[in-house]
C-alpha cells in the first residue's frame, strides 16, 4: 500500500502538479445543490452493471456478481416501491407492503444464485413476518449484530429501497450546505464521498448507504470530524488510484474517496465493495471505517 500525505497546498497527491480543473460552482453559487438525488432505477442499473465489470477476474467475483443482481432486482422494484409511504422508517415498516416487497427480491433471486444463497434465501422467506420486521427495524436503528449476516444484505435492500423511495417522494428540505458527517435525509452513514465532473466537476459529494442521496462536502477534510490537518490517502496502486481510502489522523477515521474523474464509470457501492482489501490494510494500520456497504454491513 502506498501513502500519500496531502501536500501543503491542501490537495490530495498526484492533483497538486495537475492543470486546475474549471471552477466548480461554489456553495454560494445559485446553481449549487447540496443534496443530490439520483434517478434511483438508473443508479441500481449503473451498479449492476458495474459489479458485473469488477468482478471480471476478482477474488469476490461471485459475490459481486450476487450483488449486481440484488440491484438489477432493486431497479426491477422500484416502481413497486411507491415513495407515497411515511418518510419515517419505523412507520414504514409496519407496513405489510414491505414484507411484499422482500418476498418479490426472493422469488426474483432464487433462480439465479448459488446453492447456499438459496438456502439463506428461503430460510428468509419462511420467517414470520414478525421476525423480518425486527430484524429490518434493528439493521434500520444500527443494530447489526441483531442479523444473521448471510440474510442482512437482502433486508438492507428492500430497506433501502423504500427508504430511498420516501425520500424522493417528500420534498427537498431546505437548501444550504449540508456538510455533515451522516446523511441529512436520513441519518446513516456514508458508503463513500465520490469526487464528480460534468456541471460538478472536482466537488465532493458523500453516498448515503440507506437513501441513496448524495451530500456535499468540501474536500480535503476528514467527513467524520471535520479536521483537516492530519489526512492521508491510502492506495495499492498510484497516488492517481481511483479509490483512495481518505485517513484521519485526528479522529482516526478512514472513508474511501471514490474519483470519477480518474474513472467516470466508478459507483460507489460497486467500486467500494470491489476494494474491500484495501479496508483490511487501512484497518491494519489504526483507522476505523466511518461508513459502510450495504453489501458488507458492519458484524
Ligand atoms: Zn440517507
Ligand atoms: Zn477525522
Same mark, same amino acid.
Request: glycine share 8%; hydrophobic share 40%; proline share 10%.
Given at each position: 500500500? /502506498?501513502?500519500?500525505?496531502?501536500?501543503?497546498?491542501?490537495?490530495? &497527491?498526484?492533483?497538486?502538479?495537475?492543470?486546475?480543473?474549471?471552477?466548480?460552482?461554489?456553495?454560494?453559487?445559485?446553481?449549487?445543490?447540496?443534496?443530490?438525488?439520483?434517478?434511483?432505477?438508473?443508479?441500481?442499473?449503473?451498479?449492476?452493471?458495474?459489479?458485473?465489470?469488477?468482478?471480471?477476474?476478482?477474488?469476490?467475483?461471485?459475490?459481486?456478481?450476487?450483488?449486481?443482481?440484488?440491484?438489477?432486482?432493486?431497479?426491477?422494484?422500484?416502481?413497486?416501491?411507491?415513495? &407515497?409511504?411515511?418518510?419515517?422508517?419505523?412507520?414504514?415498516?409496519?407496513?405489510?407492503?414491505?414484507?411484499?416487497?422482500?418476498?418479490?427480491?426472493?422469488?426474483?433471486?432464487?433462480?439465479?444464485?448459488?446453492?447456499?444463497?438459496?438456502?439463506?434465501?428461503?430460510?428468509?422467506?419462511?420467517?414470520?413476518?414478525?421476525?423480518?420486521?425486527?430484524?429490518?427495524?434493528?439493521?434500520?436503528?444500527?443494530?447489526?449484530?441483531?442479523?444473521?449476516?448471510?440474510?442482512?444484505?437482502?433486508?438492507?435492500?428492500?430497506? /433501502?429501497?423504500?427508504?430511498? &423511495?420516501?425520500?424522493?417522494?417528500?420534498?427537498?428540505?431546505? /437548501?444550504?450546505?449540508?456538510?455533515?458527517?451522516?446523511?441529512?435525509?436520513?441519518?446513516?452513514?456514508?458508503?463513500?464521498?465520490?469526487?464528480?465532473?460534468?456541471?460538478?466537476?472536482?466537488?465532493?459529494?458523500?453516498?448515503?448507504?440507506?437513501?441513496?442521496?448524495?451530500?456535499?462536502?468540501?474536500?480535503?477534510?476528514?467527513?467524520?470530524?471535520?479536521?483537516?490537518?492530519?489526512?492521508?490517502?491510502?492506495?495499492?496502486?498510484?497516488?492517481?488510484?481511483?479509490?483512495?481510502?481518505? /485517513?484521519?489522523?485526528?479522529?482516526?477515521?478512514?472513508?474511501?474517496?471514490? &474519483?470519477?474523474?480518474?474513472?467516470?464509470?466508478?459507483?460507489?457501492?460497486?467500486?467500494?465493495?470491489?476494494?474491500?482489501?484495501?479496508?483490511?490494510?487501512?484497518?491494519?494500520?489504526?483507522?476505523?471505517?466511518?461508513?459502510?456497504?450495504?453489501?458488507?454491513?458492519?458484524?
Amino acid at each position: 500500500m /502506498s501513502q500519500h500525505p496531502t501536500p501543503p497546498d491542501g490537495l490530495p &497527491s498526484g492533483e497538486a502538479s495537475r492543470p486546475s480543473p474549471p471552477s466548480p460552482p461554489s456553495p454560494s453559487s445559485p446553481h449549487f445543490a447540496p443534496l443530490i438525488q439520483p434517478d434511483l432505477a438508473g443508479l441500481y442499473s449503473r451498479r449492476a452493471a458495474r459489479l458485473r465489470t469488477l468482478a471480471e477476474g476478482h477474488d469476490q467475483a461471485d459475490y459481486l456478481r450476487l450483488a449486481a443482481r440484488v440491484a438489477e432486482v432493486q431497479a426491477s422494484l422500484v416502481p413497486e416501491a411507491g415513495g &407515497s409511504g411515511p418518510p419515517g422508517a419505523g412507520a414504514m415498516l409496519q407496513q405489510r407492503h414491505w414484507g411484499i416487497l422482500l418476498d418479490r427480491l426472493i422469488e426474483r433471486l432464487a433462480p439465479d444464485v448459488p446453492a447456499p444463497v438459496a438456502t439463506h434465501l428461503a430460510a428468509l422467506r419462511d420467517l414470520a413476518d414478525a421476525e423480518r420486521l425486527y430484524m429490518a427495524q434493528a439493521l434500520n436503528m444500527g443494530r447489526f449484530d441483531a442479523v444473521p449476516a448471510a440474510i442482512a444484505p437482502f433486508l438492507w435492500a428492500m430497506l /433501502s429501497l423504500q427508504r430511498a &423511495s420516501a425520500v424522493r417522494a417528500a420534498p427537498v428540505p431546505g /437548501s444550504g450546505p449540508a456538510e455533515h458527517a451522516s446523511c441529512p435525509l436520513c441519518g446513516s452513514a456514508p458508503v463513500a464521498s465520490l469526487i464528480l465532473t460534468g456541471d460538478r466537476q472536482g466537488m465532493r459529494y458523500l453516498h448515503c448507504a440507506l437513501c441513496e442521496s448524495a451530500w456535499h462536502m468540501v474536500r480535503a477534510k476528514c467527513t467524520n470530524c471535520g479536521a483537516a490537518a492530519d489526512l492521508d490517502y491510502l492506495s495499492f496502486d498510484t497516488a492517481d488510484a481511483t479509490v483512495r481510502a481518505e /485517513s484521519c489522523g485526528v479522529c482516526h477515521g478512514y472513508l474511501k474517496v471514490i &474519483s470519477l474523474e480518474r474513472d467516470p464509470q466508478a459507483e460507489a457501492v460497486a467500486d467500494d465493495l470491489a476494494t474491500l482489501t484495501l479496508d483490511h490494510a487501512v484497518m491494519e494500520e489504526g483507522y476505523q471505517r466511518t461508513g459502510f456497504n450495504p453489501f458488507a454491513l458492519p458484524a
